[in-house]
């Protein structure tokens, strides 16, 4: 026992901080998740073990109407159904973290008044401890230039892009091998949509980069 009731009570209270922090700290994970594949499971998991977790899957919207691309090929109620059939309610699923019609507003970065909004936007009832996660090291850059406290993960060695290249494949080759890499009911969701798999599979990939992140070419320019 320590006989020094000053550094008694200094000990209790670091143990009492560090409890309070690890009980309030939010991860809010910004990501494509389109779809959801095994390794944004993995990572959510990680994340779950000491923060409370709110999934953030972007949007493109234009005059309230989401905009879908063969890189953005799932809107937000399809993905948010994904992470709730693998978590259920041991995750938040929020659409804050969505861009409005014209995109290109949202730059240059930290000078359009609009760049700002979307910090706002994103924080919007978030109301303790929290950090930003992403996979993307551009993205989490734009994120430490908002002074969002970023943490940049590393990417797993299969990306979502591969698992989507592969779904699109399978509609010339039925190859099934994609489902190996998302979970059995992501895999049964997208099944069940397999229409707007087979709908952008042939098409081009309507999307423009600027500044490391991907942005539809629809809306880009107007509202």
Same mark, same amino acid.
């Given at each position: 026992m320590d006989s020094n009731p000053i550094a008694t009570i200094k000990n209790q209270s670091l143990k009492y901080d560090h409890y309070y922090v690890?009980?309030?700290?939010i991860a809010i994970y910004l990501a494509h998740l389109n779809p959801v594949t095994n390794a944004h499971v993995e990572i959510i998991e990680e994340?779950?073990?000491?923060?409370?977790v $709110? =999934?953030?899957?972007?949007?493109?919207?234009?005059?309230?109407?989401?905009?879908?691309? /063969? #890189?953005?090929?799932?809107?937000?109620?399809?993905?948010?159904?994904?992470?709730?059939? +693998?978590?259920?309610?041991? $995750?938040? $699923? #929020?659409?804050n973290y969505s861009f409005h019609a014209p995109f *290109? &507003?949202?730059?240059?970065?930290?000078?359009?008044? *609009?760049?700002?909004?979307l910090k706002k936007q994103i924080l919007q009832g978030i109301e303790s401890d929290y950090f930003t996660y992403t996979g993307d090291k551009a993205e989490g850059l734009?994120?430490?230039?908002?002074?969002l406290n970023p943490k940049v993960g590393i990417r797993k #060695?299969?990306?979502? /892009?591969? =698992? &989507?290249? /592969? !779904?699109?494949?399978? $509609?010339?080759?039925?190859d099934m091998e994609w489902k190996k890499s998302v979970?059995?009911? +992501?895999?049964?969701i997208i #099944?069940?949509?397999?229409?707007? !798999? /087979? *709908?952008?599979?042939?098409?081009?990939?309507?999307?423009?980069? !600027?500044?490391?992140?991907?942005?539809? &070419?629809?809306?880009?320019?107007s509202k």
């Amino acid at each position: 026992m320590d006989s020094n009731p000053i550094a008694t009570i200094k000990n209790q209270s670091l143990k009492y901080d560090h409890y309070y922090v690890y009980t309030l700290s939010i991860a809010i994970y910004l990501a494509h998740l389109n779809p959801v594949t095994n390794a944004h499971v993995e990572i959510i998991e990680e994340l779950k073990q000491e923060n409370k977790v $709110v =999934v953030m899957p972007v949007r493109f919207l234009k005059e309230k109407q989401e905009i879908n691309t /063969k #890189s953005f090929p799932f809107n937000f109620e399809i993905r948010k159904k994904m992470i709730e059939s +693998v978590f259920g309610d041991t $995750v938040s $699923v #929020s659409s804050n973290y969505s861009f409005h019609a014209p995109f *290109k &507003k949202y730059f240059p970065p930290l000078i359009s008044p *609009k760049s700002w909004s979307l910090k706002k936007q994103i924080l919007q009832g978030i109301e303790s401890d929290y950090f930003t996660y992403t996979g993307d090291k551009a993205e989490g850059l734009m994120l430490k230039l908002y002074r969002l406290n970023p943490k940049v993960g590393i990417r797993k #060695s299969i990306s979502a /892009k591969d =698992v &989507k290249n /592969k !779904i699109y494949t399978a $509609v010339e080759n039925n190859d099934m091998e994609w489902k190996k890499s998302v979970p059995e009911n +992501v895999a049964r969701i997208i #099944s069940e949509n397999w229409d707007i !798999i /087979k *709908k952008f599979a042939s098409g081009e990939d309507m999307t423009t980069r !600027i500044a490391g992140m991907k942005f539809p &070419k629809e809306g880009y320019n107007s509202k």
